[in-house]
């Protein structure tokens, strides 16, 4: 979605709550409200700006979700819309930014905590960490936390009804804040990969994993929403897949994955401000061929 209007105010749109800030005094006491960090604009964010204007979604289909009568819609009194929008400096046109729906599959609760089926929960916190987002907002029965990356807004989640529900919550979430599929970010484990391996790629299917299936029903069986895999390896010997899943790592094991998190945050900032751009192919590549040696 692209809007264009002459402005020469920076601004960020909160529905029908927040109209177009005048000053930078109304500016900051909004972003304090929302716990939204507003980027400066300055003649240096120019060239960057621009290119993010690669991860704008032009016109793409949005995911339209029904209302369920178990769980209707309640009425808000302050209804977050989010968008953020920023000057060109060159010609007086505003450009308001798509968001990113960024979700991580995983089982809530200490029970699950660590294990090779919560790798998507763990890159969703370094995420937090390293963009200062605050995950304190229950929405869709999802754990909700509102950012930015840059100048592009993003919605991180972390669905709380079992990792084969996880759709129960993507589905509305996108719905909700009218994201499009191509920048609903689904991260999960992956076994096909080696353990510490990231993957992005811009659609896919299931693969046989019940919360990538559960998210692929709930958006209308639509596939074309990108995808990080984490890899997590195949279990040893005849051991039960389901044992393997919910063990946590060994000691090699949580070092390769401890690194893996924090190469895996400067990938989705690269996606989330530049799209799938070479970068992101050759990112991946230095992922399949991480652990080989020359």
Partial sequence: ?????????PNICLGRFLKTSNSEQLRLRSATLFNIRIPS???????????????????????????????????????????ASSPDETNGFKVEYTPWLIVGLGNPGNKYHGTRHNVGFEMIDHICRAQGVLMNTIQ???????????????????????????????????????????????????????????????KGGHGHHNGVKSVIGHLDGCRDCPRLCIGIGNPPGTMDMKAFLLQKFSSVERKQIDAALEQGVEAVRTLVLNGFSSSITRFNMGQKYKYHKV
């Avoid at 704008?56 to 949005?62: E, K, Q």
Wanted: net charge positive.
């Fill in 1 to 9: 979605m692209i809007r264009l209007s002459r402005s020469k105010e």
């Fill in 41 to 83: 604009v300055s003649k240096k964010n120019t060239t960057k700006r621009r290119s993010m204007l690669y991860a704008i979604s032009a016109t793409n289909s949005c995911i339209t979700y029904p209302r369920s009568p178990q769980f209707p819609r309640k009425p808000l009194s302050k209804r977050l819309c989010v968008r």
């Fill in 140 to 202: 869709s029965k999802a754990l909700v936390g509102i950012g930015c990356i840059g100048e592009v807004p993003i919605l991180l989640a972390k669905p709380q009804a079992y990792m084969n529900f996880s759709g129960e919550s993507v589905g509305p979430l996108a719905a909700y804040y009218q994201v499009p599929l191509r920048h609903i970010l689904v991260i999960h484990d992956e076994m096909s990969l080696m353990n510490g391996v990231l993957r992005l790629q811009p």
